[in-house]
């Protein structure tokens, strides 16, 4: 359990690796359990809480009469009586429990929760956790977790792990499972991490098996927290060895380089601003744009022409907000390679997505003499295998005079085995953080060793890109082209979205208003389905709403109610179903598009003017920029609605130190458009207490660490030095780290993504 823990048996444990009806979650609860991806012993084992409830202050009954404590409390009592009582006017009904120990009596009381009664009985003597309030001369507990009292006690009397839960699992249960699946499992855990490495983390520092325990049940915080920090360290040592691996093996490969004369650099540049200027134009009704490119897309190009012209494989992030004309640069880049006689790939996240750029992409490309081949799973196999032929035999010319074949968009279809490229030289990944490593490497392979240019609209604060991305080279795209309206951005109340408070109309009567107008728009909520655990809307919920309150809202605007179809979009729908409601909504047949933030990535609708965020609290930073993103792409005004129940409108809320920083938050937003300065922000607004880390997209998947955090920015710089020692010339983890290796590429650590890069590495 110290630094001394030696690396041993790296072979898997296999009871971590058996399916979760080893500790008996079978039938029903099985498929509810897959809704929090988790199957096996091992998914239960690292399914890590998101916060803790302190239980372990415990009082007699007698002593809360005395002095109810303003935070939680537990007392172990006995029920005396049991009962469920109707809700008077249809209210909801509730359990009561009479209390008693030695000192005195007490009440409990849970509304709304029937299986109450079926979990206790009157003579069970039981540990109550939660918060106390008199009641006359009675203490009551309302809607306490409760337990079997005693040293195993799991749900109260304790430090209470509260996990991440779906419809239909309680935490309860949850929580009983994960305790069988500890017990199950951990006793074969072996330690993974080297002596040098361990020692980076403290002479104190935990083997993984009590690390693992104490993150869901420490004894005391301190335990906890020395477990966090090692999972921590964890995470970050599995990141930096993948960047140090890929640095390694780009060290050690050529490229064929691509040069760009002076003349054809400037005259490409030209015809692109040329093109983006008649498209101006035309949404303006044709009156003349002139369009030139910015100061930071002409210093990305001029890098990106000198990276392509060199020895070495170009690996450069190119990172920028929604519509700051990232595009245009990737265009370029592939028009000229497409000059040079070779090929260059982009891959898109989503089918749609990838229609969209070749769209962009052709109208940019064409007037300089290349057309653009498309490649998706959704494609007829006669179109499929057009585009292979294409791709392994480009025509230099068609009879429009176009090469054919030389610069292809696609989807993971790209990345198949049966794809293979004449002679792949550029290779852009477009929504970066939304492929796996071995994703971008197993299209890189199809090249000799071409160049890779990523793309991300999600900007990451400077000092975290000093660690997220130490193995690129970052450039900024920081100013918006020219034309872009700014999005006009407000914050409402749940109260407020027909009328608000002032007497003005509301939010639901700008959609009415905007629709009617020949206008689209989007509303996002946080859940897919309504979850007991949270009260926060799904994506039912919205669409209700706006269908609800539709002839209220347009009412309100003084307006005829305008035609309304809502469809519904989310995460959990079939990729094919949910491109083509998406498509009906760019085409114009669905007026409004409710989802979750699965909206991120997607449609170009220029006549989208209106983002209604529900709950919006509930989203980070970067995810609400996002999403404002997703209109403001035409002329017309667009507007950002942020709805919260958790905004303190009053300023004697703002002392609720919770709807403070909803506040601080929100009002961000509202403050700024700049896609940098609110990463900053976001990073600045995170509290040290958080366990999980950022939740934000670009980010890799943390689950324990926080790059928010000073602490953990400081372990990563221990992590670099100790990943740059196990890392070989070659970019590969030494041999005797076959343990550290199986969990990278197999194991916990593998949703951090950087242990792709090894597994790619060790087929090749």
Request: hydrophobic share 45%; glycine share 8%.
């Amino acid at each position: 359990m110290t630094a001394e823990t030696t690396a041993v048996d790296p072979t898997p444990p296999s009871a971590l690796d058996e399916p979760i009806k080893s500790v008996g979650v079978v039938g029903q609860m099985a498929g509810k359990f897959r809704r929090l991806d988790l199957y096996t012993v091992r998914d239960l084992v690292f399914h890590l809480p998101r916060k803790y409830n302190d239980f372990s202050h415990t009082m007699t009954l007698r002593q809360l009469r005395d002095r109810p404590p303003e935070s939680p409390v537990s007392a172990t009592v006995e029920i005396v009586d049991l009962r469920v009582e109707q809700g008077f006017r249809r209210r909801v009904q509730r359990t009561v429990a009479r209390l008693r120990d030695e000192t005195g009596e007490g009440e409990a009381i849970w509304f709304g929760r029937r299986y109450i009664e079926r979990r206790l009985a009157v003579g069970d003597v039981v540990a109550l956790s939660g918060k106390v309030e008199l009641r006359g001369w009675l203490p009551r507990f309302a809607n306490p977790e409760f337990g079997a009292a005693g040293e195993g006690a799991l749900h109260a009397n304790r430090i209470v792990p509260v996990y991440r839960l779906t419809s239909g699992v309680t935490g309860a249960y949850l929580r009983t499972k994960i305790r069988a699946a500890l017990d199950h499992a951990l006793p074969d855990f072996q330690e993974y991490l080297p002596p040098e490495a361990l020692a980076e983390v403290g002479s104190d520092a935990p083997d993984i098996a009590h690390a693992v325990e104490w993150m869901h049940f420490p004894p005391e915080f301190a335990e906890n927290d020395r477990a966090t920090l090692r999972l921590a360290f964890d995470e970050l040592l599995a990141l930096q060895v993948g960047m140090v691996a890929r640095q390694r093996q780009r060290q050690v490969e050529d490229s064929l380089p691509v040069e760009v004369a002076d003349e054809r650099y400037a005259d490409s540049i030209a015809a692109v601003e040329g093109v983006i200027g008649e498209q101006v134009a035309r949404r303006r009704g044709g009156v003349a744009a002139e369009i030139r490119l910015t100061a930071d897309q002409a210093e990305a190009l001029d890098r990106i022409r000198r990276d392509m012209a060199g020895a070495r494989p170009m690996m450069r992030l190119l990172q920028g907000d929604v519509g700051s004309g990232k595009t245009a640069v990737a265009a370029l880049a592939m028009a000229w390679v497409a000059d040079s006689g070779a090929q260059a790939a982009l891959l898109a996240p989503t089918d749609l997505l990838a229609r969209q750029h070749a769209a962009t992409l052709s109208a940019l490309l064409q007037p300089l003499g290349h057309d653009v081949l498309m490649l998706t799973g959704s494609m007829s196999a006669a179109a499929r295998s057009e585009a292979l032929a294409l791709l392994a035999a480009p025509l230099p010319s068609t009879t429009e005079g176009r090469t054919k074949g030389r610069v292809v968009v696609g989807t993971h279809a790209l990345v198949q085995d049966a794809v293979g490229f004449d002679d792949l030289r550029l290779v852009v990944v477009d929504e970066q953080h939304r492929f796996g490593v071995a994703e971008r490497e197993a299209l890189a392979a199809k090249g000799t060793s071409p160049h890779v240019l990523l793309m991300t609209a999600t900007p990451i604060p400077r000092t975290l890109g000093q660690i997220v991305h130490a193995d690129l080279d970052v450039v900024d795209l920081r100013t918006p082209p020219a034309g872009r309206q700014e999005i006009k951005t407000g914050i409402r109340g749940m109260d407020e979205l027909v009328t608000r408070r002032d007497g003005r109309s509301g939010a639901l009567a700008l959609i009415a208003t905007e629709v009617a107008a020949g206008n689209r728009a989007f509303v996002v909520v946080p859940l897919v389905e309504d979850d007991q655990e949270q009260s926060a809307l799904s994506v039912d919920n919205g669409a209700d709403i706006v269908r609800d309150n539709w002839e209220a809202a347009a009412r309100i605007a003084g307006i005829e109610p305008p035609p309304l179809i809502v469809e519904i979009v989310h995460g959990q729908m079939k990729a094919s179903e949910r491109d083509e409601r998406m498509d009906r909504f760019r085409r114009g047949e669905v007026q409004v598009l409710v989802g979750t933030t699965v909206v991120e990535v997607g449609v170009d609708v220029p006549e989208a003017t209106v983002m209604l965020v529900l709950d919006a609290d509930r989203f980070g930073l970067a995810q609400l920029h996002q999403l404002r993103g997703r209109v403001g792409r035409g002329d017309a005004q667009s507007f950002c609605v942020l709805v919260s129940g958790r905004y303190p409108f009053q300023s004697a809320d703002e002392k609720d130190e919770e709807k403070a920083a909803v506040k601080s938050r929100l009002d961000a937003l509202a403050g700024t458009t700049d896609g940098f300065a609110l990463a900053e922000m976001d990073m600045e607004q995170r509290r040290e207490g958080e366990l999980l880390g950022l939740n934000q997209s670009g980010l890799p998947p943390l689950r324990v660490a926080s790059l928010s955090r000073p602490a953990h920015r400081e372990l990563s710089v221990k992590a670099r030095t100790i990943a740059e020692q196990l890392v070989d010339e070659h970019g590969r983890l030494r041999p005797d780290l076959s343990g550290l290796q199986h969990e990278m590429t197999s194991g916990w650590l593998q949703r951090v993504g950087a242990g792709e890069v090894l597994a790619v590495d060790s087929d090749a």
